[in-house]
């Protein structure tokens, strides 16, 4: 018994850091995945990463606890003890850039992991072993990275709710960059930064989570009308505003005008900002040129499918 099991990033589409504070916030599942490939064993659940260049026997886990805490979630769904296996994971996923790569990590373990012990990965079982991984590296996360990477596509999400899989959305003949600036960001400071800044403008605040549920709602729209044209406008508008908020950087705005004035629909910061990664929605046909520029200028760039497939086992 064999598993071959890849599971993709994601990246917040817009609404990030108004979600903090109550609003809409779209993500998305995107063209880079993790990989476990798995065998039954004799004895122990080791796991090897490519990437970190780590072997580790999960029952008496160090750097891999999350997946521990994922593999005695899902033998506990059956009441069973863990079952012995071999998983060897690698990720083309950049770690610590906002692009959930540990959740993806997750999922694709757990789905692998349930395969050797004879169960079918459902969707609500991955997603559930992955959250339980999840907690073990950021404490109380949203959820929202772990479910991107199980259900795949375009996800609406808002503190405190269920996340929703939009349905008849696509964006046909357009290409998603990735752009990483390097620099290096801490999503508490940027939370503090935009909060500190959201509580100074009083009411107006208000104001401007009403704006950025409207602006998700059209954007929402864009998608279902596969009107590329209009969600890079919004796009362009949300980046604005977290601009204005304190969130974004030098090295972000260079990014985002190069992409803007090669031909992107549209391009913001993704993720907690202050550094970190920029995306530019490009038409299919432009994405080679935009990326070659991006890259001249020191970026690393990422060309992916937006609202690709969730995990999916491929043996
Ligand atoms: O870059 P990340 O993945 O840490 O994204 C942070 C997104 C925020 O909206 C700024 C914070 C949050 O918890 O939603």
């Not at 580790?56 to 059956?78: G, K, M, P």
């Not at 409207?214 to 009107?227: C, H, N, P, Q, S």
């Not at 601009?243 to 549209?266: C, D, F, K, P, Q």
């Not at 990422?302 to 690709?308: A, C, Q, T």
Request: aromatic share 6%; proline share 3%; glycine share 10%.
């Amino acid at each position: 018994m064999r598993c071959v099991v890849r599971a993709p990033a994601k990246i917040i589409l817009l609404g990030e850091h108004w979600v903090v504070h109550g609003s809409k916030a779209v993500a998305a599942a995107v063209g880079l995945y993790a990989r476990a490939l798995g065998q039954r064993a004799e004895q122990g659940i080791v796991v090897s990463s490519k990437n970190l260049g780590i072997v580790e026997d999960l029952t008496s886990c160090h750097r891999f606890c999350n997946l521990w805490e994922a593999a005695q979630y899902i033998a506990a769904s059956v009441s069973r003890r863990p079952w012995p296996a071999r998983i060897h994971i690698e990720s083309d996923i950049p770690i610590g850039a906002g692009m959930g790569s540990s959740a993806a990590v997750a999922v694709a373990f757990s789905a692998c992991y349930a395969m050797l012990g004879g169960i079918k990965p459902s969707l609500n079982l991955v997603l559930r072993a992955a959250y339980a991984a999840e907690k073990i590296v950021h404490g109380n996360p949203s959820g929202i990275d772990n479910t991107v990477s199980t259900i795949g596509g375009f996800v609406l999400y808002r503190r405190g709710e269920n996340p929703i899989r939009l349905s008849n959305v696509s964006l046909k003949g357009t290409k998603l960059l990735i752009i990483d600036t390097g620099i290096p960001r801490s999503t508490k400071i940027a939370v503090d930064v935009f909060s500190t800044r959201l509580r100074a403008l009083h009411g107006l605040g208000g104001s401007l989570l009403e704006l950025m549920n409207k602006v998700v709602d059209e954007a929402i729209t864009a998608l279902r009308e596969d009107d590329a044209t209009k969600l890079g406008l919004l796009l362009d508008l949300s980046h604005g505003l977290l601009n204005a908020m304190g969130v974004s950087h030098e090295a972000l705005e260079t990014a985002i005008h190069i992409a803007r004035r090669s031909g992107a629909y549209g391009a913001k910061l993704t993720g907690a900002g202050m550094g970190g990664t920029a995306i530019a929605l490009v038409p299919s046909e432009k994405a080679g040129i935009i990326s070659s520029l991006l890259k001249e200028r020191g970026f690393r760039v990422f060309e992916v499918e937006i609202g690709v497939n969730g995990f999916t086992i491929q043996s």
